[in-house]
């Protein structure tokens, strides 16, 4: 193709100022740093989070809180003076409210063993190891945790060998890790789809072209996502990766359809009908993959919902960016005949070999389908905290040791005594020292901190037998005490606070499963569970909404797939041949997920929505061109070849750029980043293959039948 006079014309040299421009608008109005905080979890009117707010308005909560575990000799002198004077030091960090150790707190080791309440919070059960507790002010901000870590890092020794945990301590450490994901993917991204796009289409004008196109669907997806209150987070901080390749898919059948016309047919319009010709299947691709975002958007959990949003505006702008930016870099180009390249040429010969093979595609598949099934019951859905994590962190290690000294993730109970009883006199005490011990007897709880503890720990001062119960609380609710009872009981004395860390590294069972299990013993005990909130149970309900969305919002984006079918085929046959297709996608993703035994999270979830995208796609674009094709024979075995043959290049373009695309989340220090790119990958190549053997398949099988019933008019005698 003989370029034109300028290498860039008017038109596109104005595209590349306005998409300079737009991305300096972004980077200077954009907050790009991603944001995780306790609440991710949950929109803020969702009835969970709403639970969560009722207990902080009952009770004086203090959950901002690093968790510090302290292995060594605890019997040591040495080791005593040493977490005394860590202690001094973490306590002249302006952020730390307060601090409770082996040194400050109980008088001393002994007297911490004795206590009912630093024995459980202080001490490990191993006995090898101490537990420091860091209360952090409201006020505090993560610029805190690199004061933390530097003051540990310095007194650590071999005396004292100390880990760090605590949910602002973590939600910190992911903020860090999405940050460096985001690099490392931008810079491997631009090498890796510069080196694909130059070796397929050889030409540095479609390079550039593609990059401005790109560049400005992300530019306008973050901008757009700005104004909706949308902000980098555990899911959107992939948002820039998916919105580039949905703009990639775009612009791949667009090139391959324009030199397909201008093989053909060249002139001045070649590059006009290519754009018509593409655009409807691309729009009703665009179609499908911004309902599967929008779907998204009645998940109450605020990851999936934030990315509804953005990938809602993203599919959008990606479609707009491909048809109105792109084009203008391919009318630099004068149309004329041209013989295939060696990518087609080496495309079609790969094609011409797998055809005499594709039996073998056929079983395949069926085997997949059908050992992914069996894969479906064992998903993991409620993974463990640990799966968040490489098993070398940092995180992890900090997580590991936490959890073995008495738990790692908060859940807080409420209870109240029946018949609206007051929890401030003997009767109550008693019974609430056996909750305590049915609770600690669980084996998901580890350290359980509630008011028979810490009335237990006021008994133990000397004048402490002269006061009445009730009186205890009043001393206790006193600013010179730190008005401590607010923490543990109401005001009107009827209900009663349970602080559980629960155990990650031997959970077995769900976590609504356990708080279920929880409740059942708080009504055993005489008492009313009136409330279970905290990080664990806020965990638990968003696995529950992620599984129960996946399910949901797979059913949805499947049965309007079949109505999309149906509108661009115009064949109930094909319509249905491309929705059982598409449905292989899932099952096979899903199920070797299940029998793999990797995680199934909050982040890794919505993958399996992003590959059925790219597969209706191709299926589309399948579809658009068989109805230009059947008019050439009365055979459709010939019509689909002819199909295959011609649209196989542009789809495993497609594919190939998905693939490596997504592969670059194995990178990520993140593992359910790591998760969610290793699931499009799978789900891009199963997706593939479909498009290309399966839908023909099943169309040619169901038009044959209804031909076959046809002739033997079992339509009209009713037979």
């Known amino acids: 193709m003989k370029p034109k006079r300028y290498w860039l014309n008017k038109e596109a040299l104005t595209f590349i100022i306005l998409t300079v421009l737009a991305f300096a608008v972004m980077v ?3 907050d790009l740093e991603p944001h995780v905080d306790e609440a991710f979890f949950f929109s803020s009117d969702d009835p969970q989070f709403q639970s969560e707010r009722k207990i902080s308005k009952l009770f004086a909560r203090k959950d901002a809180q690093i968790l510090i575990s302290a292995g060594g000799d605890i019997n040591n002198p040495q080791y005593y003076d040493e977490i005394r004077t860590l202690s001094d030091e973490l306590s002249r960090i302006e952020a730390v409210a307060g601090i409770r150790s082996i040194s400050h707190g109980p008088k001393s080791l002994r007297s911490a063993m004795e206590s009912p309440l630093w024995r459980r919070a202080l001490i490990g059960e191993d006995g090898q190891s101490t537990n420091m507790i860091l209360i952090l002010k409201e006020s505090a901000t993560r610029e805190i945790i690199p004061e933390i870590e530097q ?39 631009l090498i890796i789809f510069s080196v694909v796009i130059i070796i397929i289409f050889r030409s540095p004008r479609i390079l550039i072209g593609t990059y401005t196109a790109s560049l400005n669907a992300c530019t306008l997806t973050l901008l757009g996502g700005s104004i909706f209150g949308v902000r980098i987070g555990t899911l959107t901080a992939n948002l820039i990766t998916i ?71 993203g599919t959008m702008c990606a479609l707009v960016a491909a048809y109105t930016i792109y084009p203008s870099f391919l009318r630099t180009f004068t149309c004329k005949r041209t013989p295939e390249s060696a990518i087609e040429k080496s495309g079609h010969i790969m094609y011409a070999g797998i ?71 003997t009767w109550a005490y008693h019974k609430l020292w056996d909750l305590q011990k049915s609770l600690e007897g669980h084996p998901s709880v580890g350290t359980v901190v509630s008011l028979p503890l810490l009335m237990a720990e006021a008994k133990r001062s000397p004048f402490a037998f002269f006061y ?34 629960m155990r990650e590294s031997t959970r077995r069972k769900p976590r609504l499963e356990v708080i ?55 064949s109930f046959c094909i319509s249905v041949a491309m929705t059982i297709s598409i449905a292989f996608v899932p099952i096979i993703v899903l199920g070797a997920i299940g029998h793999l035994g990797i995680p199934l999270d909050i982040i890794s979830a919505p993958a399996t929505n992003v590959a059925i995208a790219m597969g209706i796609d191709s299926m589309i674009h399948m579809v658009r061109l068989r109805r230009e094709l059947r008019t050439t024979s009365d055979s459709s ?48 190549v199963v997706a593939a293959l479909s498009s290309l053997f399966l839908m023909p398949f099943f169309a040619r099988t169901g038009s044959s039948i209804l031909q076959k019933l046809a002739q033997k008019q079992w339509f009209y005698t009713g037979r």
């Open 28 to 30: 200077n109005t954009v």
């Open 468 to 501: 009445s119960w009730k009186k205890l609380l009043n001393v206790l609710d006193r600013p010179s005490h730190g008005q401590i009872a607010k923490s543990f009981i109401t005001k009107d004395r009827k209900h009663g606070f349970f602080l559980m860390r």
């Open 151 to 189: 003051v540990v890092a310095e007194a650590n020794s071999d005396t004292l060998r100390l880990s760090i945990s605590g949910v602002p301590y973590i939600t910190t450490l992911i903020q860090r890790r999405l940050a460096d994901d985001i690099q490392v993917f931008t810079k491997l991204a």
């Open 355 to 425: 055809k005499k093979r594709r039996i073998f595609i056929y079983t395949g598949m069926a085997i997949l389908c059908v050992t992914g099934s069996f894969g479906l019951e064992k998903l993991e859905t409620d993974p463990s905290l640990f799966a968040y994590f490489k098993t070398n962190s940092e995180i992890a290690k900090g997580l590991t040791d936490v959890d073995l000294s008495g738990g790692s993730s908060p859940l807080v109970a409420v209870v109240q005594a029946p018949e609206d009883r007051k929890l401030n006199t």
């Open 637 to 684: 075995a010939k019509v689909w070849d002819e199909v295959i043959k011609q649209i196989w290049p542009p789809v495993m373009t497609t594919m190939l750029i998905i693939a490596l695309g997504f592969s670059i989340f194995g990178f990520s220090h993140f593992p359910p980043t790591q998760r969610f790119g290793f699931a499009i990958v799978v789900g891009a």
């Open 243 to 313: 919105v580039f390749v949905l703009t990639l898919s775009h612009i791949v059948f667009i090139t391959f359809n324009w030199k397909r016309f201008s093989r053909h047919d060249p002139g001045a319009g070649c590059l006009g009908r290519a754009l018509r010709f593409t655009f409807v299947p691309s729009f009703w691709s665009m179609a499908t993959t911004f309902l599967g975002f929008v779907s998204l958007l009645w998940v109450p959990a605020k990851p999936l919902h934030e990315l509804g949003i953005a990938g809602s505006i």
């Open 516 to 570: 279920a299990e929880l409740q059942q013993i708080v009504l055993g005990s005489g008492f009313e569970p009136a409330i279970f909130g905290g990080v664990y149970a806020l965990q638990g309900h968003l696995s529950q909404l992620v599984e129960k969305s996946l399910i949901a919002g797979l059913a949805r984006l499947i049965i309007f797939f079949c109505f999309v079918g149906l509108i661009v085929s115009c």
